[in-house]
């Protein structure tokens, strides 16, 4: 696969830094034929920079929407019973719907959560940092509050440290701290590295214990605030996304400046040809002069 050129990087990555979608969707996109780059279907290992005309399902994407924006964040506090698809299933409202609007993009989700788990989600309108942050290579911290209802003994925390045998490969948490309770009733919190489909429940249920509240209180460098209250969202400040971003090994270049070069390149060319071409204007005699 060839390189992009100076200038400009492969069409998903493209438009997942504007906020379309995740790269993964968008290579289905280019997959599927919906996109064009100056009226040529796009295939996936294209290249493509903004300045380039660039259609979705025949919509010319605006050049702004396609240059750098300023990166946003936001840490949302979600209740049970919510789930994490763009549209409501079998009756349940979407978390996307409880998010502010977004002109000109859309709230990218990094990472999902159980309809019946709670805890910290968060959004970004940078696709390419919601990839690179779920990335299992990255191996991003979530730590989760887990209360279980069973027998915990020092033989079942080692087990679930050392690993488990899922459908999936080997799983294990790569912490577990004891976080109160009484009986067979107590809460933990763990910490996992990836994201695979219920595993917490399906890592303490191979012990013969069942997860009876989940919540998640971490992703990565960001802690979910007891302030935030269930159902409400807040932007992360900028420190907080240049630790994200830091994390995701991203660098964000300056957004397009809209043409100022170009204006500013086209107002020297003026004043040069003006001062080129200056005629002196006429002198107005003054009073009592003779004008010769």
């Not at 549209?87 to 309809?115: H, K, M």
Request: charged share 30%; net charge positive; glycine share 10%.
């Amino acid at each position: 696969m060839q390189a992009p050129a100076p200038g400009q990087e492969r069409v998903q990555k493209l438009l997942a830094r504007a906020g379309l979608g995740s790269r993964r969707a968008l290579e289905r996109w280019i997959q599927a034929g919906r996109v064009t780059v100056n009226g040529r279907i796009a295939h996936l290992g294209d290249s493509a920079s903004t300045r380039d005309r660039i259609r979705v399902d025949g919509k010319l994407l605006a050049r702004r929407l396609l240059c750098t924006q300023a990166v946003r964040v936001l840490a949302y506090h979600k209740p049970a019973g919510l789930v994490c698809s763009r549209t409501r299933q079998n009756g349940c409202a979407s978390v996307y719907e409880q998010l502010p609007p977004l002109p000109g993009g859309r709230w990218l989700g990094i990472g999902r959560l159980d309809i019946d788990t709670l805890g910290l989600m968060l959004f970004t309108n940078n696709g390419e940092l919601a990839y690179r942050l779920m990335h299992p290579t990255r191996r991003i911290e979530r730590e989760y509050a887990v209360r279980v209802w069973g027998e915990v003994s020092d033989q079942t925390v080692r087990q679930l440290l050392t690993g488990i045998e899922l459908a999936e490969g080997t799983a294990r948490f790569e912490g577990i701290r004891y976080a109160g309770g009484t009986g067979r009733n107590q809460w933990f919190h763990c910490v996992l590295t990836e994201g695979r489909n219920r595993e917490i429940r399906r890592l303490w249920g191979s012990q013969g214990c069942t997860v009876s509240r989940l919540i998640r209180v971490r992703y990565g460098p960001i802690a979910l605030e007891k302030a935030l209250r269930r159902g409400r969202c807040r932007e992360l400040s900028p420190d907080e996304i240049a630790k994200l971003l830091a994390l995701a090994d991203l660098r964000v270049q300056p957004p397009y400046d809209g043409g100022r070069e170009k204006r500013r390149s086209e107002l020297v060319k003026k004043s040069s040809r003006a001062k080129g071409s200056r005629v002196p204007r006429e002198r107005k005699p003054r009073r009592g002069e003779s004008q010769g």
